[in-house]
């Protein structure tokens, strides 16, 4: 069993950062794949960016509402996946949570049910 805790959450002004962080229980070297997913009030839950290690490599996934804005980066020594967030806006406000998935290929998994395990959720607030 794995077990994911998000931090970083909180308020921020439109075009400020956040680094969200998660970091898992388990050694994440015998997990391939770790992602971020939001949701927002009366939404569904969407992908945000994925990070997969496969192929020797490390290949990252996102979704387009974020890329060029948000990073997705891994720290095996601290079993740890990193979500920077740059050039936030409203529409950004949302939970956000941690997945991963013992799952490895070279595909992005952008869909909900491609992860097994998921964290509580953190709380990103972007004011206008």
């Known amino acids: 069993q794995v077990q994911l805790e998000e931090s970083g959450g909180g308020l921020v002004q439109a075009g400020g950062s956040l680094t969200l962080s998660c970091e898992a229980s388990a050694r994440t070297l015998i997990i391939p794949t770790m992602g971020w997913f939001r949701q927002a009030p009366g939404k569904e839950r969407e992908f945000v960016a994925t990070?997969?290690?496969?192929?020797?490599?490390?290949?990252?996934y996102y979704s387009r509402s974020v890329k060029g804005r948000f990073t997705i980066s891994r720290e095996y020594a601290k079993n740890t996946v990193y979500l920077q967030m740059n050039s936030l806006n409203p529409e950004d406000t949302a939970v956000y949570y941690c997945?991963?998935?013992?799952?490895?290929?070279?595909?992005?998994?952008?869909?909900?049910?491609?992860?097994?395990?998921w964290g509580q959720g953190t709380q990103v607030t972007v004011s206008s």
């Open positions: 997945a991963a998935t013992h799952q490895s290929s070279s595909v992005a998994y952008t869909a909900t049910n491609d992860y097994r395990y």
């Open positions: 990070i997969n290690k496969s192929g020797g490599g490390l290949r990252t």
